[in-house]
């Protein structure tokens, strides 16, 4: 096969494991923006949010455009690989390279205002469990929507079973939601019965638990992006002394 057969082969892998990524999360991106019943639609149906939590609700947006970015690297290397096109290798260099310095820059940002995250998310609770208190029980379109959450979660309220204290529900019923308690029929789930845990604590839990998986997944990331950049610009190189 040879040096340079075996860089188009390792470019056309490379870009064709970025393409099927890129087809998942822009799949998963049109797949949020189309499911009216995710718990996107609990922030947009939340009053006085904090200002920064609009741009949660443009998540599908952001993975739809992660997505086509991906697609189009994907289709880049391995046509440019394939057809042996310098213009196309170039274009993909520059593009992984201008995706792996924004990458580099979001982690820096997020590790400077990570202290902010924190305050944000408070401000959010608090605004969420008055939200639960005023509109649970009540408004069919809330009422639905965390029932939708708690269920596919396993988890109960925002913080805790306390969050639905004093909600038309627990004033009418003197009950707390059945996904509160484990396996209690509505009729029993009250405040000594109700200790499923909130859902933001169970969603901190879980990337509590995978941060090294998420970690080394990110690492895996940026060294596919480095040794694509690399292949990419040797097989440059190779075609131009190949044509000169």
């Known amino acids: 096969m040879g040096c340079f057969g075996f860089l188009k082969v390792m470019m056309f892998a490379f870009n064709g494991?970025?393409?099927?990524?890129?087809?998942?999360?822009?799949?998963?991106?049109i797949w949020v923006k189309v499911?009216?019943?995710s718990i996107l639609g609990?922030?947009?149906?939340?009053?006085?949010?904090?200002a920064e939590m609009n741009q949660i609700?443009?998540?599908?947006?952001?993975?739809?455009?992660?997505?086509?970015?991906?697609?189009?690297i994907g289709f880049l290397g391995c046509c440019g690989a394939m057809k042996e096109s310098r213009c196309m290798l170039l274009l993909f260099f520059v593009i992984v390279l201008v995706v792996f310095i924004a990458e580099v820059a979001g982690a820096v940002v997020i590790l400077v205002f990570k202290p902010l995250a924190g305050e944000l998310i408070e401000k959010l609770g608090?605004?969420?469990?008055?939200?639960?208190?005023?509109?649970?029980?009540?408004?069919?379109?809330?009422?639905?929507?965390?029932?939708?959450?708690?269920?596919?979660?396993?988890?109960?309220?925002?913080?805790?079973?306390?969050?639905?204290?004093?909600?038309?529900?627990?004033?009418?019923?003197?009950l707390y939601p059945q996904q509160c308690c484990h396996g209690a029929v509505f009729s029993s789930c009250n405040?000594?019965?109700?200790?499923?845990?909130?859902?933001f604590p169970k969603f901190k839990q879980l990337i509590d638990e995978n941060t090294i998986a998420i970690v080394a997944v990110a690492?895996?990331?940026?060294?596919?992006?480095?040794?694509?950049?690399?292949?990419?610009?040797?097989?440059?190189?190779?075609i131009g002394s190949k044509s000169d």
């Not at 609700?57 to 189009?72: D, F, M, R």
């Not at 405040?191 to 859902?199: E, F, K, L, Q, V």
Request: glycine share 10%.
């Open 35 to 37: 499911d009216s019943g």
């Open 126 to 174: 608090t605004k969420v469990v008055q939200n639960i208190k005023k509109d649970y029980g009540e408004n069919v379109d809330v009422t639905a929507l965390w029932n939708a959450t708690m269920d596919t979660l396993k988890c109960c309220g925002f913080y805790n079973y306390t969050d639905f204290t004093g909600s038309p529900f627990e004033m009418r019923t003197h």
């Open 42 to 50: 609990l922030l947009k149906g939340i009053k006085d949010a904090p």
């Open 17 to 29: 494991i970025i393409f099927l990524a890129g087809a998942a999360i822009l799949g998963v991106g």
């Open 57 to 72: 609700l443009n998540v599908g947006y952001l993975l739809i455009a992660v997505g086509a970015v991906l697609l189009i």
């Open 191 to 199: 405040d000594t019965s109700a200790t499923i845990t909130g859902c």
């Open 219 to 238: 690492l895996g990331i940026a060294a596919l992006e480095i040794m694509a950049m690399v292949v990419s610009m040797t097989l440059y190189c190779i």
